[in-house]
């Protein structure tokens, strides 16, 4: 496991073992230390979680970057790590809630964060532990401590104070307008290159146009030789069935923020979509479109229309989104995602579901010629078995189609949502930590109504008792 990749609510001893053999040492994104300043009785408590709050966010506020508690310097190579002795376990303290308390308390961290955290024992010496915690370049820096009375940022592997100027504030801030621009510029030009190769496809219809992109990119996560590898491992990738984009053949290498383009011509015999578009830059945009068909011959006001399917408009934005998920955690990157959806030439189209346990017509859309859902997220949200977000673009999605008149629960939402997933998963319960139980969650939806078929289901016949 890589610790600067990893789960790390999956985190073993021999992860950290691994980790530590190869011997990385001390940067700008990576700090040792032995212990938390209150294990040796040096320090009390409080002076100790100012430490934590410093660590932190002195990571949040530069680049990020991954801090090991339990591991000694070793001797005569400084920032190098050395033993791993683990730090002192204390009786009645959660050391996970600990951490966690210093990093959204206010008065230690203001803007709070939200770090990752993975605890293990020595196997050796149950009474001492070894802390990973995992800190993302922040979009809210600067992160003040200490009741606001400072805050800090790391250069050459440690953590110097600096000053709560005014320039220094400004500096930051600058930072993250510029991540905005250049989030701005990389939507844009990858809209731009989508219209021009999707332009001379003769069709009359509706545009699918999907994108994932990292909130705040700074910069790239990848060059374009490992993204085609990704690529190339991806045409050959299948998990319970969900097959992976990019698909199609890579039509060009763009040198404009690094990004490949793959154009995918689909028969005539493809009702739902005539081309498949999919491109991904190297600062970890990935977007996908396709011009659409109305394939369903549904009646409606006494009429028969031609209508399209609204599961395929989820089934595709899921797919993207899973992608998406499985691309960020490829490269390491585990911060918050912008992620968006958009039909184009809708007015007078009719919207028809086949999804769950409803097949009707939804309506037509009879004002707007677009629709546009867009959301901010913290990327591990699209593991979940029915991800909140295609939930909120199902309805607003029927609302733009005349469905405003009607209130949908959401249960026949997430119903929908998760009916797409079955087919593309299949049957298979979720692997969601719902359904794993982890940390005394119910069962998530579809692991209820699994539960409640088998409790339905005719108990077999008493066996017969021979003469």
Not at 183 to 201: N, W, Y
Not at 259 to 286: C, H, I, P, Q, W
Request: one cysteine or more.
């Amino acid at each position: 496991m890589d610790l600067w990749r990893a789960d790390l609510a999956r985190l073993t001893y021999a992860d950290i073992e691994a980790f530590i053999a190869q011997s990385f040492p001390e940067s700008i994104r990576l700090d040792y230390k032995a212990g938390f300043g209150d294990d040796g009785g040096s320090k009390s408590r409080e002076a100790a979680n100012k430490d934590i709050a410093k660590d932190l966010s002195a990571f949040a506020n530069t680049q990020g970057g991954l801090l090991v508690i339990g591991v000694e310097e070793a001797p005569k190579r400084r920032g190098y790590p050395g033993a791993i002795v683990g730090r002192p376990k204390k009786p009645g303290e959660d050391t996970r809630q600990r951490i966690e308390a210093v990093a959204l308390s206010s008065a230690h961290v203001y803007p709070p964060l939200a770090p990752r955290i993975g605890v293990v024992d020595l196997p050796h010496d149950p009474t001492r532990e070894v802390v990973a915690i995992q800190i993302d370049e922040s979009p809210d820096a600067p992160h003040w401590i200490d009741r606001r009375q400072g805050f800090y940022v790391r250069r050459e592997g440690q953590n110097d104070p600096v000053p709560g100027t005014d320039e220094d504030y400004e500096w930051l801030r600058r930072k993250r307008e510029r991540a905005v621009a250049l989030r701005t510029s990389l939507l844009e030009t990858a809209d731009q290159r989508c219209s021009r190769t999707l332009a001379p496809i003769p069709i009359q219809g509706a545009q699918l146009y999907a994108w994932a992109i990292p909130l705040y990119p700074r910069q790239p996560l990848a060059d374009l030789q490992y993204l085609r590898r990704l690529a190339e491992q991806a045409w050959q990738t299948e998990e319970k069935g969900l097959p992976f984009y990019p698909d199609g053949e890579l039509r060009s290498t763009h040198s404009d923020h690094g990004a490949l383009v793959y154009v995918k011509e689909l028969s005539t015999t493809t009702r739902s979509r005539s081309m498949d578009y999919f491109s991904v830059n190297e600062y970890g945009g990935v977007d996908y479109a396709c011009l659409l068909e109305a394939v369903n011959d549904v009646t409606y006001s006494g009429s028969p229309a031609r209508a399209y399917d609204e599961g395929f408009l989820v089934r595709q934005w899921y797919l993207l989104l899973k992608y998406a998920r499985r691309f960020y955690q490829t490269v390491g990157y585990w911060g918050l995602v912008q992620v968006g959806v958009r039909l184009d030439n809708i007015q007078n189209q009719t919207l028809y579901t086949s999804t769950g346990s409803y097949n009707e017509t939804i309506g037509v859309a009879e004002f707007d010629n677009t629709f546009a859902h867009v959301g901010e997220l913290d990327q591990t949200l699209l593991d979940e078995p029915i991800p909140a977000i295609l939930v909120e673009f199902l309805r607003r999605l029927r609302w733009c189609f005349g469905a405003g008149r009607r209130d949908w629960p959401d249960s026949v939402l997430e119903e929908g949502v998760e009916s797409v997933r079955r087919g593309i998963h299949g049957n298979e319960p979720c692997q969601c930590r719902k359904h794993q139980k982890v940390r005394g969650e119910a069962a998530c939806l579809w692991c209820r109504r699994q539960a409640a078929a088998q409790s339905m289901q005719p108990s077999a016949p008493p066996t017969p008792v021979a003469a």
